[in-house]
């Protein structure tokens, strides 16, 4: 099919559905920019097929045969985000943790869980999830978000969201008692006996959280010929995508990362990376339970390897890192100028430039102060304000 037929159609969509005021979250795909890809996410679930409208650029996401997208099944799944009885005591959502203004992470360098533990890791913006290839900081076997969300719903250590086998009858309960839910979970799963069940919970927030596309930044707008940039923001464009700092290497997908998965993959690739963060034991280690990859596999040379996030609204995701022991972007330009991080004292001491695991793309660059605050000023073009304030991901529960 050619792009131009292609437009035209979503263009004829968009302008009916306009028309008939069919506009709603999930109606019919999520927020069109012009030269969209559409594609029927599969199957039945809640009616009409599905038709994703994406973002120009944006391939359409994969999505699990048996979790067809539906409207319905995406507003159910908003709903339960922002719900809070969806925590064993009933004090805790996912969105505690992901706030839509910051892109969906929370601002502190680690996150608290719903009885008061710490994480150790520094919660993610959850913008084009439903393109990464793996999920979490640092686990290669994590490749659903239905299997994502294990953890934080039932996992103990640490404690998240609290839901455990004493619990897990009466947390449901308060979901099928409640004549609202009940109503929206038999719509978004039509013909199940008991449609209000832990799978379809599951089921319902994946769906939400695939509809999160973030692809309308200043950035986007100026590939699509609708603005130019700011000189230095060319500049640190340049660079960014340049040999010399080399950040496209790792983050050079058309999500800012280069862990991609979508509808038409093939060939998925998960690389991971030990970026030179820490060496506290002169022989490339990591402090626990932060060591990255080897957590799970246990092989040597997976030191300190963790998946490079996606750089789109950076701006608004501080403080960086795994476990946010870098507040500013400035701060992170620096790390990398350095080709590591060198920490004087206490129990982190060491020369994270000569991790001997770091990766070969990880070395001294010589970027002076002009050009530091020309990459920053790019990185701040990947804000997208639209998305922060896109009502189809906003509280359902908040006053309008
Ligand atoms: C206590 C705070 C907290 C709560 C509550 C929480 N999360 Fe998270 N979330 C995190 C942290 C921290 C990470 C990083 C985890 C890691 O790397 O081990 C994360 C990671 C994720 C990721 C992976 C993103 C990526 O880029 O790979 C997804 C998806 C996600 N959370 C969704 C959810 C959903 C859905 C819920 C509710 C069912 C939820 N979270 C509840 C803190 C939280
Ligand atoms: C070898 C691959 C690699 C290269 C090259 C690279 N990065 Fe990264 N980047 C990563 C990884 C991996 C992380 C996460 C590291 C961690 O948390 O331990 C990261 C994290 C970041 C973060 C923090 C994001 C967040 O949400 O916490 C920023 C900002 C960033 N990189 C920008 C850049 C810039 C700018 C460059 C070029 C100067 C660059 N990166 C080059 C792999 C890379």
Redesign the pocket.
Known sequence: MSMGRRAGANALTLALTLALGLVGCGGGGTRVDEGADGNAGGGQGGGSAWQWLLPTGFPAPRVPEDNAMSATRVELGRFL?YERR?SGNAS???A???HQDKAFT?GRA?????TGEA?P??????AN?AY?A??????PSLVT?ER??E???FGENPV??GINDHNKAEVLARFAGDPDYARRFAEAFPGESTPVSWGNVVKA?ASF?RTLLSGNSRYDRYLRGQIVLSASEERGRQLFFGEKAECFHCHGSFNFNDQIVHAGSRVVETPFHNTGLYNIDGNGGFPEPNRGVIELTGRADDMGKFRA?SLRNVELTAPYM?DGSIATLEEVLDFYAAGGRVIASGPHAGDGRLNPYKSDLISLIQLDAGERADLVAFLKTLTDHEFIQDACFSNPFAAP
């Open positions: 985000f969806l805790q959502s996912c505690d943790c992901h929370d680690v996150a608290i869980g719903s994480h890791r520094n919660s993610q913006g959850l999830v990464n793996t999920l979490t900081w640092a686990n978000l994502q969300m953890t934080p719903l998240e969201m927030i959280q996030p795994h």
